[in-house]
């Protein structure tokens, strides 16, 4: 199984054993066991390749936990966690594809993410265009688990899954909002409920959620029920009545004073605002 390096700089509030568990977890609710069940591959073979994306995705969180756990960016450490993600995507690759051009909206989310420490916030962009974003890393692993079980002529298009990962990333930035009061990263939903209250995010990330959903369900009438699409759009919908659920419900527990009290973002927020 392949391992980061002595050399990689792995923040200390990292439980490898942990994340180990939350990459599982993260691959059940993004249904890749259900892919891997499509493909023809032996077990041997899925296990290996199992192996190697577990640990392609733990790099990428590596990397994530550096930038969210400082303001001022190290670059070399940056570039350090940077190489072993290319090279594990290399080692996830079953096409001759340059692993550069298949990390590139990772490379774009990670600007955004770097972005909030010159006071530029997610809030300014669209809802669709941050969480198609945000969802970078699911859809490489997506991408790297179709090429490697051939799925697309079986399943259909990568895109079918646009929707699904739309609700699956508000979910995380919902239920990962205490969690993130410690940490300098792009949760959407925190910055929002920090900078606007809780009727302004209620509104938006509630209107966006109705519309996929209307979305979701226009789509399915069009599906034949025996295709994939149909399971996957299935999955869709489920997942984003429990966000609305979950967002309805989160917003009634938050004390939005507490919230702002004890997340780090509080003081570079006030500035952005003081200096409009």
Known sequence: MFRPALDLNIPSHINREELRQKIQELFSYRMFPWLMEETEKSEAEKSLFLDRLTDLQESIYFLDAQLESQWQINE???E??????IDQTKQCQTKTIDPISVLQHIKKYEKHEIAIRTGHWPVRLSMT?????????????????YDFGGLEKKLGSLASWRLFDFATEVNDDITDVFEDLSFYNGNRFLIHLLMFGKKSTKNVFLSFLENLSAEIDMKRKQAKKSDAVEIILENSSIQTKETITLLK???NQLDLAQLSQASVLTPYLLKSNNSK
Not at 80 to 85: D, L, V
């Open 129 to 145: 265009y941050f969480y198609f974003y945000k969802s970078c890393d699911v859809k490489l692993l997506r991408r790297l688990i």
């Open 249 to 251: 419900d989160r917003l």
């Open 80 to 85: 350090i966690h940077w190489q072993h993600i």
């Open 76 to 78: 070399k450490e940056k």
